[in-house]
């Protein structure tokens, strides 16, 4: 690595100063000649058939242009793993706030105005809103016809059974007979909003031949184009996606939104139409994290170590399957942890609900299990009488062993995440924290995995004539800065400065596929993809530098600059532009470098593994991960508080360092939201705390300051300059660490979350824990 | 609907005269007439701070202000926010402090007026001062650090 | 969508009264950080609005002949936040004022805007009813007071007629001793789960008069001068804080919301009381 690496700095964003100028524009911030303005009508019933519209007010009000119900769409269904899914109810409605019918009038006042006269008559069918319910006997059924949907993997599915999901090493039996201690108990987390802060928005255009251009806040323009396409029943090639900045996607952005609604209404209406969400609507009709029940039980033996482990999952799925079987086969994955626990088996079971769809949030079910399984290990330690970090310690994973399932790791930094935390956090002398008058206080710790990989990626870099660089992925900058990070790839592969390169606006006609930017996987699968795409352009340059200095290939190197050389002779180089002209008028042809490739390591080695409904086959290479937190609980109220933090990750290799602790901390604090207050709540069949009023994310009060992030670089022999994912790994165990740091403090084990002042406080008086 | 009025706003120093319902709020005016659309709606409920404006140089929720309750007022929007501002753009991008930028047009107005009133302030005010602007993303330390860069930058 | 014909401009309370007096339909706007909010909702649709930000008289904080203090209905939270004569006792509201909301919504806000909409979660009522502090109203017909212990009704409702406005908040002459205001929520800037308003006055005659209220998931701030005058016999004693707690808690009837449920804010309550009240003896005995 030379001086002038670009890896491993913490260099801007490259698209900061549009940001703080105001002058980013997301979807919001976008208009279009003629423009008009889309709302939608939700349904009042969480289940009902629909039995007629009348429109005819609505039609006939102030400014209305369009209106649609689900009769004027097609018997398209969508759905990244189940394709159970209209664009719009159509027959049936199955929560409480599902659009029915879209309107696009000439202002948005007008459209929401008209969405106000539109009737619609129901019959009312029973509702089911716990998925112990949707289970029970004789329980109406949500999807009627979920046997002849059309599923991409093999789903064991039926009745309101979305997806169940089997993953099993060794022999349980064995493994309970070897242990000498036992441990069980069930675990509840909450549902979570995603509260990106900007909602979700799309604005679409049909050109004259009937082409449609769509933009729209999104994880991944592909998905966005595939959805709509396949909900509308349009061929993809008639839709263009494009995306304008994007406020943020933690999951919520991911699969379609209200996307093929609003594509549908400018293909009727004729003219551009934009509908951006309020925030009750983001709340109530996008999707959620899954509030999952987990019942684990773990086996040790009296020395600490694991020897067998049993989860169980229900998981609420919601309405709509979504990404939901990737999340609960997912969340099985990850329920032994970072850990050799030769005897497991996790079940899960995944049912429809009628409450909004659950799917993809930042973590990916890890977080849900990671709560009982991790606070789980604190009790076995307490029971054990052996030091929490230490029993972690004696059981991580090490470099040889194998992932749940039986996939090789090509690398592993638990061991060093581990001793990062606990040096860090002084764990070992934590007896002498003092906690405030009228306060009780500990560290908690807890240990983590998570993947970054998946599915398909491709990058083409362009030499342009003046040898600058154009960069094109087609994944999206959510906000973690992937633009800025494959450009220093790219840039550094090429060995040029960061503002010769370029990187192109996802664009499903020019980018090349990208599955989208979730899984953690930009990083580790995109910038692998830019590497390689860089190393063509390096290849071509040097054929057509050796024709012209008259050397073999195998000579010349790029240097500093954009000029390529003979290795040892300082005089003899030429410039990127000289080559590039050369391409582009005389031989050769334009350099453009491509490269595609799809994660093709298999999850599961079937000589040590049994998997049944399992939704991917490959699925990426892992990261660790380690925390420990400081937290102070007021006797008084039950209020905890957590004072300090330090958040490790094994990332492989930090490309930009900075980044990378943006991704931790970030991760921390909708951690500590989800473990301290964050809870959507049903007040019978409909969400009633819509608002941010009355739903709460943590401010810049409760996320620690200190809030200390370190990086373990444990290279992985694939990943871009060994790099791998951190988007997610950081959300995955602050609600354990939190809870261990609870019950080493005051001597209340939680096993719901949030952990609410009242859960606390009455813990606490339980358990004589305070006055 | 209510009828639309003339309204002249002085915004960034300059005079615009807008015709705006009497219901309109600040915001909307802002960017669908003004076009100046770095102040967001990310609630339109004055909970998460993202449509922060100054008004007489201090920050107010522009989704909960009345465009004609502005008519004596000077507004300054993240398009137009200099001096401070300025400072804090220079410290947030060293710090790493943005990610997907859109709690960003908040976050540099409220702190600019934060350090106008309090140059040299501490990490606690801070805190304090930035806990009625919500950023997801970012987990606040660095914006946190940026503030404070530039607050440490008065205190020398 | 909207039915807003007219915004008004009025210069003295008089005239905001008389304007008021055109119709149910018409409201005033002080701050807006309340009815912008449920306009934008469709909560509430008022055909004209009067502002008061043009009413002179209603803003800033004065001294009374008395030696109390006038707080303008139209003055903001930030500036009680920083204001210091809101000292000893009245420290209480000082203390709310910087409980509540968040910074730019401080900037907004005005005290006669929660007064008047006497939302059960809000920080004001039940610091001003800990504080003995009177609420002026103007209305076409003149001025008259009413004691803040009189004036929150029950949710949303409050002594307020037809066509009057608050045009200010009395405070009683600062004297010795402490006030201070615990709220307990959810996050910074969220209305209080519970609240506890306390305000301490060291007399030469009585030995201490304690004034206190509950806030935050009860209609009204809870507060019964019964329990006052136990805190103030004992002396601040934890036995009478205990009893005072236990007493309030039966008197709250809190209310079972997304925030929290009725049952943890009736354990809450009396702890808080009693932490409270130590708190306030502390202070005292460090003062004396
Ligand atoms: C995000 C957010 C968080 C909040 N958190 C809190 C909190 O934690 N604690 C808390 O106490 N409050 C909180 N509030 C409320 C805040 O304090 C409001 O500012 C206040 O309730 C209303 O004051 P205003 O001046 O804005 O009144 P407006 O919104 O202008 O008016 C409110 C109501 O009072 C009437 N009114 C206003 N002034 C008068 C007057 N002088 N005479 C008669 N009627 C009048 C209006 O007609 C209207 O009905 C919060 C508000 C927001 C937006
Ligand atoms: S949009 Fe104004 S505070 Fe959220
Ligand atoms: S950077 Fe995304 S909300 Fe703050």
Known sequence: MSDQSLIGRSLPRVEIREKLTGRAQYIADLYRPGMLHGALVGSPHPHARIVSYDVRAARAAPGVRCVLTGEDFGDHRMGAFIKDEHAIAKGKVRYVGEPVVAIAAETEAQARAAALLVEV????????????????????????????????????????VCSSTELAEGDLERGWRESDLVVEHEYRTAPQAHVSLEPCGALAEVDAAGRVTLWSANQSVFRVQASVCESLGLPMSRLRCLTPRVGAGFGNKMEAHIQPIVVKLALAAGRPVKLVLSREEDFEIVRARHPFKVRVKTGVKKDGTFVARDVEVLADGGAYADDSPGVLGYSLLMARGP???????????????????????????????????ETQIDEIAARLGIDPVAIRR??????????????????????????????????????????????????????TAHISGLLGTGAIVRLLEDGSVVLNTGAVDIGQGSDTILTQICADALKIPLDRVSIASPDTDGSPYNWGTTASRVTYTTGRAVFAAAREVERQIKTHAAELLECAEADLELRPGGVVGIKGVPGKELPFLAISARAHWRKGGPIIGTNSWVFDQPTVDPKRAVAVGLPFPQIGVYSFGALCVDVEIDETTGQIEVRRAWTVADVGRAINRGSVEGQLEGAFAQGLGFALVEEMVWNGPRLANPTLMDYKVPTSREVPYELHSYIVESPDPDGPFGAKGVGEIGINVVAAAIANAVAAATGVRLRQLPMTPERVLRGMLAAGASG | MSARQTLVLRVNDTEHEVRAALHDTLLTVLRDQLQLTGAKRGCNHGVCGACTVLVDGRPVRACLTLAHTCRSAAITTIEGARGIADRLREAFEQAGAVQC???????????????????????????AGLSGNLCRCTGYRKIVDAVRAVAQGAER | ??????????????????LLARGDDVRCIAGGASLVAMMNLDLVDP??????????????????????????????????????????????????????ANPPVRNMGTIGGVVALADPAADYPSALVAADAVVELASERGRRRVPAREFFLGLYTTALAPAEIVSAILLPPAAPGVGLYDKLARVAGDHAIVAVALSVT??????????????????????????????????????????AGAALAAAADPTDDVRASAEYRRLAIPRMVARAVARARDELERAR
């Open chain 1, 394 to 447: 004696k059981n991580a994973l090490g470099p040889d062993d194998r992932w749940f399932g039986g996939q090789q790791l090509g690398s592993n930094g638990l061991a060093e995440c581990i001793e990062v935390a606990e040096r860090e956090s002084k764990w070992k002398d934590r007896a002498q924290l003092a906690a405030a008058p009228g306060k009780r206080r500990a560290l908690g710790f807890a240990c």
């Open chain 2, 101 to 127: 930028g859109f709690c960003s047009s908040g976050m540099v107005l409220t702190a600019s007026a934060l350090l106008a009133a309090r140059p040299a302030a501490s990490v606690e005010e801070i805190r």
């Open chain 1, 339 to 373: 850990y050799r626990i030769p005897h497991t088996r996790c079940r899960g079971t995944l049912v429809y609900t009628n409450k909004l769809r659950f799917g993809a949030f930042r973590g990916f079910g890890n977080p849900q299990v990671s709560f009982g399984t």
């Open chain 3, 47 to 100: 055909v004209e609005l009067v502002s008061l930000a043009e009413v002179a008289e209603l803003r800033g904080i004065s001294a009374t002949p008395d030696g109390g203090l006038r707080i303008g209905a139209m003055t903001r939270h930030r500036e009680l936040e920083a204001e210091a004569r809101l000292a000893g006792p009245l420290a209480v509201l000082r203390e709310a004022a910087g409980k509540v």
């Open chain 3, 1 to 18: 969508m909207s039915a807003l014909k007219q915004l008004h401009f009025p210069q003295t309370p008089e005239e905001a009264a008389r």
């Open chain 1, 121 to 160: 008559r129901y019959e009312e069918l029973p509702a089911i809103l716990a998925p112990e319910d949707a289970l029970a006997p004789g329980a109406a059924i949500i999807h009627e016809e979920l046997a002849s949907y059309f599923k991409v993997f093999e789903a064991v599915c039926g009745g309101n």
């Open chain 3, 202 to 243: 060291r007399r030469a005659d009585a030995g201490i008069a304690v004034g206190r209220a509950i806030g935050g998931g009860a209609p009204t701030p809870v507060h019964d001068p019964k329990v006052d005058a136990l805190l103030a016999q004992g002396r601040l004693s934890d036995a009478a804080a205990a009893q």
